[in-house]
């Protein structure tokens, strides 16, 4: 299994983007799934979180803002982002809970990251 991401690039400030991570290999489901994100000289955080159901949760700087979803028949998940500002500069990863086709493993898996710059 692998994810890839991608989306990412340089957007002036008040801008949008839509990052993407396609799973791929032998899935049978994604349950919860994740967008992270790592600035320069800081730990990578939470930015967004959906889970095997309905329900998400999102960082306080990133409320209103962006937006987590999928779509579960192209194995992909998807963070819609506007509004956005210089502090959103960072690399963004996925992250997914996945079961295994053919077996009850679950396993998580990471995307490789995709930079996003915002300039002001």
């Known amino acids: 299994v692998q994810l890839q991401a991608s989306g990412g690039g340089l957007v002036q400030a008040g801008g949008s983007l839509r990052l993407s991570c396609v799973a791929s290999?032998?899935?049978?489901?994604?349950?919860?799934m994740g967008w992270y994100r790592q600035a320069p000289g800081k730990q990578r955080e939470l930015v967004a979180y959906?889970?095997?159901?309905?329900?998400?949760n999102y960082a306080d700087s990133v409320k209103g803002r962006f937006t987590i979803s999928r779509d579960n028949a192209k194995n992909t998940m998807y963070l819609q982002m506007n509004s956005l500002n210089p502090e959103d500069t960072a690399v963004y990863y996925c992250?997914?809970?996945?079961?295994?086709?053919?077996?009850?493993?679950?396993?998580?898996?990471w995307g490789q990251g995709t930079l996003v710059t915002v300039s002001s």
């Open positions: 290999g032998s899935i049978f489901s994604i349950n919860d």
């Open positions: 992250k997914a809970d996945i079961t295994i086709r053919f077996s009850s493993l679950r396993r998580v898996y």
């Open positions: 959906g889970s095997g159901g309905a329900s998400t």
